[in-house]
């Protein structure tokens, strides 16, 4: 366990656990905040629709965009946005994903979120767009808090031809908070055995200090999140013309083949401790 925290290592309940993992999660349906071209659907919605589903070969979790139907440019497809019925204020928060969305206009995030936001606080784990090679964000989005993974395998097609890795967040009010990532091939043994010990990592991908943030001041009663939206206020200004994709983003949204990719975190492998 690592040296300064003083938990055990915790599950999300059992239920989230293969086929139970909704519920444990809400299914967002509010129009996007970040003002993508996607309309969320509700989990039965989803579900029928094959944008949420549990694998039954290996019960890893499926999150897509609808790849199938005829959308025109600037039009909405569906998607789907869950958030974590628990809240925390602290902790070890692991993703093991085999894959993520990789195409122009998309936007995949796995994140938190507190109440009143911006007030709570927010935490990007994995932010990234288009077919970008390297996990991104940028201070004037980010209010100066951002970081750009070095990796290759961080995202987009380097993380999917690797098979996918972890991303891993240690909360620690009293020191601050850390960030990293792991390919497949790199992960930890402890983290394979679900034994974490942060300690033992290296240096993280992000550091960020309580001696310089109040992190409890700052972020509390976070939620996860886990979306993936189509261009909006990010993914589709500044950002987009400088990802080598070409044309308007809101033009991408007609080709349905940028969104055969699949979020796909492992419901067996997203752990919290506590």
């Excluded at 809400?26 to 629709?49: E, H, L, M, R, W």
């Excluded at 199938?68 to 093991?96: C, E, H, K, P, W």
Aim: aromatic fraction near 14%.
């Amino acid at each position: 366990m690592h040296s300064l925290y003083k938990f055990f290592l915790a599950t999300l309940p059992l239920s989230a656990l293969g086929d139970g993992f909704f519920n444990d999660w809400d299914f967002y349906t509010g129009s996007d905040p970040t003002g993508g071209n996607v309309i969320y659907q509700n989990k039965s919605a989803a579900q029928s629709k094959g944008l949420a589903y549990v694998n039954d070969s290996d019960y890893s979790t499926v999150l897509a965009v609808d790849s199938t139907s005829t959308v025109a440019a600037g039009g909405d497809r569906d998607s789907v946005r869950i958030t974590s019925q628990n809240s925390y204020n602290g902790g070890l928060f692991v993703m093991d994903a085999s894959k993520m969305p990789v195409g122009c206009s998309t936007w995949p995030s796995f994140w938190t979120v507190g109440p009143d936001w911006p007030y709570g606080g927010e935490i990007d784990i994995v932010e990234a767009l288009s077919s970008r090679v390297n996990c991104y964000s940028t201070e004037t989005s980010d209010s100066g808090c951002s970081i750009m993974d070095s990796s290759s395998t961080s995202f987009a097609y380097g993380f999917n031809s690797a098979e996918g890795g972890v991303f891993a967040l240690l909360w620690d009010n009293s020191t601050g908070m850390s960030m990293w990532h792991f390919a497949r091939a790199d992960i930890p043994e402890d983290l394979t055995a679900q034994a974490p010990t942060p300690s033992t990592w290296g240096t993280p991908s992000g550091f960020w200090s309580a001696k310089t943030c109040d992190i409890t001041d700052n972020f509390y009663d976070q939620q996860m999140v886990i979306d993936t939206t189509i261009c909006g206020n990010w993914a589709g200004g500044d950002a987009y013309s400088s990802s080598g994709c070409s044309g308007k983003c809101t033009d991408m949204v007609a080709n349905a083949t940028n969104y055969v990719g699949k979020f796909s975190p492992d419901g067996e492998s997203f752990r919290i401790a506590q």
